[in-house]
């Protein structure tokens, strides 16, 4: 069985309709299908991050159910509220594949 690599780097284009292609190796590295959706979220001080839109709702699940150490033990309860409350209504807006 062939070892799945832990990192990876690659420079991509944005194209002209704003649009960056996800390597492959990428993709496979976090199970990224066809017609998957994912979400994209920006600090404008630390950067941009693209996680699966099935990872998130599994995070905002395990906050709402008051089990947020599950994923960040040294969270602010309030903070992590709101982040919950952020992917449910992005989620509910459509917003996850654009």
């Known amino acids: ?14 194209g002209p309709k704003g649009q960056v292609v996800i390597p492959k190796e990428i993709r496979e590295m976090f199970g990224i299908e066809p017609g998957d959706s994912v979400m994209v979220m920006a600090d404008s001080s630390r950067g941009i991050a693209i996680h699966k839109q099935s990872v998130m709702e599994g995070i905002a699940k395990a906050i709402f159910e008051g089990k947020p150490q599950t994923f960040d033990p040294d969270g602010d309860s309030a903070d992590l509220t709101g982040f ?11 917003q996850v594949s654009k």
């Open 84 to 94: 919950a409350s952020a992917i449910e209504e992005t989620k509910e807006k459509g």
């Open 1 to 14: 069985m062939k070892k799945q690599p832990t990192h990876f780097m690659a420079t991509v284009k944005v």
